[in-house]
């Protein structure tokens, strides 16, 4: 980041979780110039400095390009990206072209994620989250490391959320999920 001469606003995991940035649309809050939208036709997306653009065609170019691990997702719905065992986020605000190999007009998102770790040590970390609203929302998340040798480790992360609707149903409806090993 200090080699690149263009604004930047960088967040590791820790930053996130202290500031409770926990979707796409949470990074409006800690960055300038920087606002989120959605739409009805793609689901949303990031506007910099004013610059935007919310095509609805797969064949157009992003305003604000997102990057997951340094592949551009293009007009993929940010809507409801949330961050899941995140390394770190960066939002490179002006033209971008030639750092990422994909266009974008006024700036790029760039989500990178963890990566294993090595050593002797197995960590993981899980978190429970209810929510008091209307809606009962319970939310499951977590990761596992396991380290094998000096050159092979393992990480897992998982998440669930499960919350009442805000529209009542009139039909009954039955989901059935078998997992195994």
Do not use: C
């Not at 064949?59 to 949330?82: C, F, I, Q, R, Y």
């Not at 002006?94 to 750092?99: A, D, H, V």
């Amino acid at each position: 980041l200090q080699d690149v001469p263009i604004a930047v606003s960088a967040f590791t995991d820790e930053i996130l979780g202290d500031r409770q940035s926990e979707y796409a649309s949470d990074l409006q809050l800690q960055v300038p110039g920087l606002s989120y939208s959605s739409n009805t036709f793609s689901g949303g997306g990031f506007s910099i400095r004013g610059i935007t653009n919310f095509l609805t065609a797969a064949s157009g170019d992003a305003g604000v390009e997102v990057h997951l691990n340094g592949a551009p997702l293009g007009t993929t719905s940010t809507n409801e990206m949330g961050y899941l065992d995140m390394s770190r986020v960066e939002v490179l605000r002006g033209p971008q072209g030639t750092l990422f190999g994909r266009n974008s007009t006024s700036g790029a998102v760039n989500v990178i994620s963890a990566r294993p770790k090595f050593g002797d040590e197995i960590s993981g970390r899980m978190g429970l989250r209810l929510s008091a609203d209307g809606r009962n929302m319970t939310e499951v998340d977590g990761f596992l490391n396991i380290p094998v040798s000096d050159e092979i480790a393992f990480r897992a992360s998982f998440k669930s959320s499960l919350a009442d609707s805000f529209i009542n149903q009139t039909v009954d409806r039955y989901d059935w999920s078998l997992d195994y090993n």
